[in-house]
């Protein structure tokens, strides 16, 4: 079998039945990481060596007669916000350059213990913020489908060492849309489950209320299995909930009579025509499955943007102090006295837009403005938790484009942060909700550029959005490879 | 102006390490004096993605305190982020609670030479303590160093109202806490290790004038003795400056020991804005009554409160009452052996008396002689309620009740069969008693003839005469009887 063609279960069964080793599945994408990534640089970091020694210790269970786990010789690209002992974990941030740190998170310790192999640590926006992975310190990295646009972001390494085929699965974070938008940017299936269903334990915090680890694929099958293997309640983190893991392949059947809620709010202006026909077109689709389409309404969707950018610069602004030179990381030597240390040790570690957040976050925070801002922003949090609370009552799954448009140029919006803060205008609410959203592709632009769709569902309900994407895929089957890499 | 013309309102702020194995967030280890940074984890060193994981037993022993103390306790509490850098803080955030402290406006009950008091609580609340700085000794050091080891220890934080209006209640304030704090088994208070550190805040004004002056804030009190001196030089400082028309700044001194004065760290202006906001890491907690209950019915009286009951239940005296509950070891042994006693000693205050300076007397002395913990004691309540009956009886003597307790140590015998056996009890025999008399009058004939011209005062050297001669055992009242009526005849 073609590995390039094979799916994470194919992998995982073919590995478990010993036809074919992990080694020979690691080697498989470590090389074709050698001669793809030069072009996109999904990867920041990676060493044969440690994959090998994974690939090995699969091969070496199989050997000894122990039942493999269901990622058995996955090759899985790890967002480099993931910690990872002994393996640099930079955050995509000159602040965490060559640091290792001492211990795993429990997310890594999952996919270990479920036999997944890592390939490497996948490129990302500086601490996550962006919708590019332009704001990387270590580069940009290319949309597989045109190496001219960008992949979208946060999670765009993660995004592309999937479309691009060096790693089958990837794990991204996703604060506002990190992993959601890159997916649909580069036509794959990225998920975002229920705030707390993955452990953040050893995931590097941006936005600790917003911030959910997920998974990406090809196709929805392994992202469900994936799913089932990382989620869970963990002992270290208190936020994460303490609720059964449903077996979500076992989830996908069919969508009769499933009602799928279209809200007319993500269907406004700024929505590129091209991205509403293929996301109206998948709708008839899903009808044509024998599900009920119905209009919902978000009332308060346009003040999600706003109030996102109070809550995550407030909470970042906190989570981003301990980089100070003091105890790990980058330090600017040769500073006279300790608030130098701090403030040219910052200056020069972190990228522009982690400032400018960080300055954002301090602001909000502040005494005087603290009512004003954050306090506020709480509140409209909780008006838009209750829209979608309203809409779930008749619905079973929301529906929508997952961007306004598709890959943008690179370098087009780097100069203006505000546009770039619009591209994550559909993904946010999901965040701010704490519920599950995925996106999948729906097809291409004129142009040629993925398309993603994105279902929503409630709390804890991976399952029915799991299943409706499913469903959906197998109905279309468009390419999630472009042909000519 | 004298100090006398102006009214004082001090306020107090106590910092307490909980008394738990592990640290607030983390299972790190608190041991005092380990080697620097062995006891961490990345949690308490504040590695990128770790996140913290509430230390049950501390949030237990911090509701404890908050009960104990007559606090309303919130049905729901969080924690929160209070901003700041220093190098000792390695997430430059302390986790602490600002919004919703776990208890508010109870009171602390204490007692001076003016009588009791309540002294507020504006708020009791949990946090994690700092690490150290250690700066290298020797000079043309550039560096500091930093150990961890102390990050992220429970601390409890209680804040007074300022009702502290001299140093006498300021030092039965911080006494009273002290004692109960230990008593509760909450904190082991040792100012020495840190495990106890004050804050404190000072504003005068002239008496009878409606307007408060500028606040001050004392910091860097290492013991008892430094927050009084600290205290007592800002009083001088702000009334000099009052007197001479000067305006006292709203700041925050650093006391100096050395030196032994004040001096300014920072203006209000330099305050730092803390940016508190709730810690996003960990949800709110709903407190159960189930939990509160539980802590109702296992917290004992306050120290304070047991002294109080000594002087009102056992009409002791109050230094009695103060010592006897200092520790309550020592208050418990001290109600067994009286309750041990009230079947044989009719007069329960006096029995109460007896026992009071037995145990502050003898028993503490033998203790502290043979260092041993008063629950290791051989001699038992109920066998030290024993020997006061004999004595109260009139079966022994005070002075064979002396030497009865070393031998009812060693032995672990009770003090009657002591006694008994070793020919010890008292001999109230009159006959017995005369014959001896007539022993003592014959041997000591130059002592009856001076008595009987007149010389009364050699009546006292006869008794012993007698006393001896029985080795201590007679009656001294019968010997004082019989000898009175043979020397009068
Ligand atoms: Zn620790």
């Given at each position: 079998?073609?590995?390039l063609?094979?799916?994470?279960?194919?992998?995982?069964?073919?590995?478990?039945?010993?036809?074919?080793?992990?080694?020979?599945?690691?080697?498989?994408?470590?090389?074709?990481?050698?001669?793809?990534?030069?072009?996109?640089?999904?990867f920041?970091?990676v060493?044969?060596?440690?994959?090998?020694?994974?690939?090995?210790?699969?091969?070496?269970?199989?050997?000894?007669?122990?039942?493999?786990?269901?990622?058995?010789?996955?090759?899985?690209?790890?967002?480099?916000?993931?910690?990872?002992?002994?393996i640099?974990?930079?955050?995509?941030?000159?602040?965490?350059?060559?640091?290792?740190p001492p211990?795993?998170?429990t997310?890594?310790?999952?996919?270990?213990?479920?036999?997944?192999?890592?390939?490497?640590?996948?490129?990302?926006d500086?601490?996550?913020?962006?919708?590019?992975?332009?704001?990387?310190?270590?580069?940009?990295?290319?949309?597989?489908?045109d190496?001219?646009?960008?992949?979208?972001?946060?999670?765009?390494?993660?995004?592309?060492?999937?479309?691009?085929?060096?790693?089958?699965?990837?794990?991204?974070?996703?604060t506002?849309?990190?992993?959601?938008?890159?997916a649909?940017?580069?036509?794959?299936?990225?998920?975002?489950?229920?705030?707390?269903?993955?452990?953040?334990?050893?995931?590097?915090?941006?936005?600790?209320?917003?911030?959910?680890?997920g998974?990406?694929?090809?196709?929805v099958?392994?992202?469900?299995?994936?799913?089932?293997?990382?989620?869970?309640?963990?002992?270290?983190?208190?936020?994460?909930?303490?609720?059964?893991?449903?077996d979500?392949?076992?989830?996908l059947?069919?969508?009769?009579?499933?009602?799928?809620?279209v809200?007319?709010?993500?269907?406004?202006?700024?929505?590129?025509?091209?991205?509403?026909?293929?996301?109206?077109?998948?709708?008839?689709?899903?009808?044509?499955?024998?599900?009920?389409?119905?209009e919902?309404?978000?009332?308060?969707t346009?003040?999600?943007?706003?109030?996102?950018?109070?809550?995550?610069?407030?909470?970042?602004?906190?989570?981003?102090?301990?980089?100070?030179?003091v105890?790990?990381?980058?330090?600017k030597?040769?500073?006279?006295?300790?608030?130098?240390?701090?403030?040219?040790?910052?200056?020069?570690?972190?990228?522009?837009?982690?400032?400018?957040?960080?300055?954002?976050?301090?602001?909000?925070?502040?005494s005087?403005?603290?009512d004003?801002?954050?306090?506020k922003?709480?509140?409209?949090?909780?008006?838009?938790?209750?829209?979608?609370?309203?809409?779930?009552?008749?619905?079973?799954?929301?529906?929508?484009?997952?961007?306004?448009?598709?890959?943008?140029?690179?370098?087009?919006?780097v100069?203006?942060?505000?546009?770039?803060?619009?591209?994550?205008?559909?993904?946010?609410?999901?965040?701010?909700?704490?519920?599950?959203?995925i996106s999948?592709?729906?097809?291409?632009?004129?142009?040629?550029?993925?398309?993603?769709?994105?279902?929503?569902?409630?709390?804890?309900?991976?399952?029915?959005?799991?299943?409706v994407?499913?469903?959906?895929?197998?109905?279309?089957?468009?390419?999630?490879?472009?042909?000519n890499? | 102006?004298?100090?006398?013309?102006?009214?004082?309102?001090i306020g107090?702020?106590?910092?307490?390490?909980l008394?738990?194995?592990?640290?607030?967030?983390?299972?790190?280890?608190?041991?005092?004096g380990?080697?620097?940074?062995?006891?961490?984890?990345?949690?308490?060193?504040?590695?990128?993605?770790?996140?913290?994981?509430?230390?049950?037993?501390?949030?237990?022993?911090?509701?404890?305190?908050?009960?104990?103390?007559?606090?309303?306790i919130?049905?729901?509490?969080?924690?929160d982020?209070?901003?700041?850098?220093?190098?000792?803080?390695?997430?430059?955030?302390?986790?602490?609670q600002?919004?919703?402290?776990?208890?508010?406006k109870?009171?602390?009950?204490?007692?001076?030479?003016?009588g009791?008091?309540k002294?507020?609580?504006?708020?009791?609340?949990?946090?994690?303590?700092?690490?150290?700085l250690?700066?290298?000794?020797?000079?043309?050091?550039?560096?500091?160093?930093?150990?961890?080891?102390r990050?992220?220890?429970?601390?409890?934080?209680?804040?007074?109202?300022?009702?502290?209006?001299?140093?006498?209640?300021?030092?039965?304030y911080?006494?009273?806490?002290?004692?109960?704090?230990?008593?509760?088994?909450i904190s082991?208070?040792?100012?020495?290790?840190?495990?106890?550190?004050?804050?404190?805040?000072?504003?005068?004004?002239?008496?009878?004038?409606?307007?408060?002056?500028?606040?001050?804030?004392?910091?860097?009190?290492?013991?008892?003795?430094?927050?009084l001196?600290?205290?007592?030089?800002?009083i001088?400082r702000?009334?000099?400056?009052?007197?001479?028309?000067?305006?006292?700044d709203?700041?925050?001194?650093?006391?100096?020991?050395?030196?032994?004065?004040?001096?300014?760290?920072?203006?209000?202006?330099?305050?730092?804005?803390?940016?508190?906001?709730?810690?996003?890491?960990?949800?709110?907690?709903?407190?159960?009554?189930?939990?509160?209950?539980?802590?109702?019915?296992?917290?004992?009286?306050?120290?304070?409160?047991?002294?109080?009951?000594?002087?009102?239940?056992?009409?002791?005296p109050?230094?009695?009452?103060?010592?006897?509950?200092?520790?309550?070891?020592?208050?418990?042994?001290?109600?067994?052996a009286v309750?041990?006693?009230?079947?044989?000693?009719?007069?329960?205050?006096?029995l109460?008396?007896?026992?009071?300076?037995?145990?502050?007397?003898?028993?503490l002395?033998?203790?502290?002689?043979?260092?041993?913990?008063?629950?290791?004691?051989?001699?038992?309540?109920?066998?030290?309620?024993?020997?006061?009956t004999?004595?109260?009886?009139?079966?022994?003597?005070?002075?064979?009740?002396?030497?009865?307790?070393?031998?009812?140590?060693?032995?672990?015998?009770?003090?009657?069969?002591?006694?008994?056996?070793?020919?010890?009890?008292?001999?109230?025999?009159?006959?017995?008693?005369?014959?001896?008399m007539?022993?003592?009058?014959?041997?000591?004939?130059?002592?009856?003839?001076?008595y009987?011209?007149?010389?009364?005062?050699?009546?006292?050297?006869?008794?012993?005469?007698?006393?001896?001669?029985?080795?201590?055992?007679a009656?001294?009242?019968?010997?004082?009887?019989?000898?009175?009526?043979?020397?009068?005849?």
């Amino acid at each position: 079998m073609d590995l390039l063609c094979a799916t994470a279960v194919d992998v995982s069964r073919m590995v478990a039945s010993g036809e074919i080793s992990a080694r020979e599945v690691a080697r498989f994408f470590l090389d074709r990481i050698q001669t793809i990534d030069p072009k996109i640089h999904a990867f920041l970091h990676v060493d044969p060596d440690w994959t090998l020694s994974l690939a090995d210790a699969v091969d070496a269970k199989r050997a000894a007669g122990k039942p493999l786990g269901p990622l058995a010789g996955v090759p899985v690209a790890l967002k480099d916000i993931l910690c990872t002992k002994g393996i640099p974990t930079t955050c995509g941030s000159k602040i965490l350059e060559n640091f290792r740190p001492p211990y795993a998170s429990t997310c890594v310790e999952k996919l270990l213990a479920a036999d997944a192999v890592f390939v490497g640590k996948a490129n990302m926006d500086e601490f996550a913020m962006g919708s590019s992975t332009e704001n990387s310190a270590f580069g940009p990295t290319a949309n597989p489908w045109d190496t001219s646009r960008i992949p979208g972001g946060s999670s765009g390494g993660s995004a592309a060492s999937i479309a691009a085929r060096m790693a089958l699965v990837a794990i991204g974070s996703d604060t506002g849309g990190s992993i959601r938008q890159p997916a649909a940017l580069c036509g794959v299936v990225g998920m975002k489950p229920t705030y707390g269903r993955v452990s953040r334990y050893g995931l590097v915090a941006f936005a600790s209320s917003l911030d959910q680890i997920g998974p990406f694929a090809a196709n929805v099958r392994d992202t469900a299995r994936t799913l089932s293997v990382i989620s869970g309640r963990d002992e270290r983190d208190s936020t994460s909930i303490d609720a059964g893991v449903d077996d979500y392949e076992a989830a996908l059947t069919d969508v009769k009579g499933l009602r799928i809620g279209v809200p007319k709010e993500y269907f406004a202006e700024g929505l590129d025509s091209e991205v509403e026909s293929r996301v109206r077109e998948a709708l008839d689709v899903l009808k044509g499955l024998g599900a009920e389409i119905v209009e919902v309404t978000l009332p308060h969707t346009s003040y999600a943007v706003a109030t996102y950018y109070i809550v995550c610069t407030a909470e970042a602004s906190s989570n981003l102090a301990r980089y100070d030179g003091v105890h790990y990381g980058y330090r600017k030597t040769g500073t006279p006295d300790i608030i130098e240390l701090y403030s040219k040790t910052r200056e020069a570690g972190f990228g522009p837009e982690v400032k400018r957040r960080i300055m954002l976050g301090t602001f909000v925070l502040s005494s005087g403005f603290y009512d004003a801002y954050y306090t506020k922003g709480l509140k409209v949090r909780r008006l838009i938790k209750q829209d979608f609370d309203d809409a779930f009552k008749s619905v079973d799954v929301i529906a929508g484009p997952t961007t306004p448009t598709a890959a943008f140029r690179m370098g087009e919006k780097v100069e203006d942060p505000l546009s770039m803060y619009l591209c994550d205008i559909f993904t946010i609410s999901t965040n701010l909700a704490g519920i599950p959203g995925i996106s999948v592709p729906c097809g291409f632009t004129s142009g040629g550029l993925p398309v993603g769709l994105q279902f929503m569902g409630k709390v804890l309900d991976e399952k029915t959005v799991l299943k409706v994407a499913a469903a959906y895929e197998q109905a279309t089957n468009f390419p999630t490879m472009p042909e000519n890499l | 102006m004298p100090v006398t013309d102006y009214d004082i309102v001090i306020g107090l702020e106590a910092h307490a390490h909980l008394l738990t194995r592990t640290k607030m967030f983390c299972s790190c280890r608190t041991t005092f004096g380990a080697e620097a940074n062995s006891q961490t984890c990345p949690v308490c060193i504040g590695m990128p993605g770790v996140l913290p994981v509430i230390n049950r037993k501390a949030l237990m022993l911090a509701l404890r305190s908050a009960v104990a103390f007559k606090c309303e306790i919130p049905a729901t509490m969080r924690f929160d982020r209070k901003n700041y850098y220093y190098p000792d803080l390695p997430k430059n955030y302390q986790i602490s609670q600002n919004y919703t402290p776990l208890g508010v406006k109870g009171f602390v009950e204490i007692e001076t030479s003016k009588g009791r008091k309540k002294i507020g609580l504006d708020n009791i609340h949990l946090e994690e303590d700092a690490g150290k700085l250690l700066h290298p000794e020797g000079s043309g050091a550039v560096y500091s160093q930093v150990d961890l080891n102390r990050a992220g220890t429970p601390l409890l934080e209680i804040v007074t109202r300022p009702d502290m209006s001299d140093l006498d209640e300021v030092e039965a304030y911080m006494e009273t806490l002290r004692r109960t704090l230990e008593a509760l088994e909450i904190s082991d208070c040792k100012m020495q290790e840190g495990s106890l550190r004050f804050e404190a805040s000072v504003s005068l004004k002239p008496l009878g004038a409606a307007e408060l002056g500028n606040r001050v804030e004392v910091k860097n009190l290492n013991s008892v003795r430094a927050v009084l001196n600290a205290l007592a030089y800002e009083i001088d400082r702000q009334a000099a400056a009052l007197d001479a028309r000067e305006r006292i700044d709203r700041e925050t001194r650093l006391w100096n020991e050395e030196l032994s004065r004040t001096e300014r760290m920072r203006s209000k202006e330099e305050a730092q804005d803390y940016r508190y906001f709730p810690e996003p890491d960990l949800g709110p907690i709903v407190v159960l009554d189930e939990w509160l209950q539980e802590i109702s019915a296992s917290l004992q009286e306050l120290p304070n409160e047991r002294k109080w009951r000594f002087e009102d239940e056992y009409a002791l005296p109050s230094y009695d009452a103060g010592v006897l509950t200092q520790k309550r070891a020592i208050a418990d042994y001290f109600e067994a052996a009286v309750a041990a006693g009230r079947a044989e000693v009719s007069d329960p205050a006096r029995l109460a008396k007896v026992v009071s300076n037995w145990v502050m007397g003898q028993v503490l002395k033998e203790l502290n002689d043979r260092k041993v913990e008063i629950t290791d004691f051989p001699v038992t309540p109920e066998r030290l309620a024993g020997l006061v009956t004999l004595i109260e009886s009139g079966k022994i003597s005070n002075t064979i009740a002396q030497q009865l307790l070393p031998i009812m140590i060693e032995t672990g015998e009770d003090a009657g069969r002591i006694a008994e056996q070793r020919g010890m009890l008292q001999v109230s025999d009159t006959a017995e008693i005369e014959k001896l008399m007539d022993e003592v009058l014959a041997a000591n004939p130059k002592p009856v003839a001076d008595y009987r011209s007149g010389k009364k005062a050699v009546f006292g050297f006869l008794v012993g005469q007698a006393m001896r001669q029985t080795k201590g055992k007679a009656n001294p009242q019968v010997v004082a009887e019989i000898l009175t009526k043979k020397l009068e005849n």
